[in-house]
């Protein structure tokens, strides 16, 4: 058994955090790192204290966008030491969505993996100074 690479390694961390989400739209995790150290992980899931989708449904958009959850990036930033976040990398199970990419951005990471692809129109305004790689594996 040949050992996993960082990336295929990070991914199936993130893959594992994913399995907690509370919106059975879309199960996402992130993990993020910096020089092989993991800073934080996330995943989607109701505010602290509220209702969960798995419990009494999503809060759709007319887009069909759950809006009941904080995104698992989301989840990631908020727990994480700021200072520890510029520079870092983002795994993530699912390409991010345009809020956050936007929130992975402003928070000074420097690099996103994803392994789903989830594409929209917007990110490339917003990714336009990170590296981003889909990690296919």
């Keep these: 058994m040949s050992r996993k690479d960082w990336d295929e390694y990070f991914i199936g961390i993130a893959e594992a955090v994913a399995t907690?989400?509370?919106?059975p739209r879309l199960h996402v995790g992130c993990v993020?790192?910096?020089d092989n150290h993991i800073i934080s992980t996330g995943y989607n899931g109701s505010i602290h204290g509220h209702d969960h989708?798995?419990?009494i449904g999503c809060?759709?958009?007319p887009e069909g966008r759950c809006?009941?959850?904080?995104?698992?990036?989301?989840?990631s930033v908020l727990h994480?030491?700021?200072d520890l976040l510029k520079g870092a990398t983002a795994y993530v199970t699912h390409e991010p969505c345009e809020k956050c990419s936007k929130t992975l951005a402003q928070a000074g990471l420097r690099?996103?993996?994803f392994k789903n692809a989830y594409p929209n129109?917007?990110?490339?305004?917003?990714l336009k100074d990170l590296e981003v790689v889909h990690y296919n594996v």
């Design 20 to 23: 907690r989400s509370t919106c």
């Design 32 to 34: 993020i790192v910096k």
């Design 53 to 55: 989708c798995e419990d």
């Design 59 to 61: 809060l759709l958009t």
């Design 67 to 75: 809006i009941r959850t904080v995104h698992a990036e989301e989840n």
């Design 80 to 82: 994480a030491d700021r």
């Design 111 to 113: 690099k996103i993996v």
């Design 121 to 126: 129109d917007w990110n490339k305004y917003f």
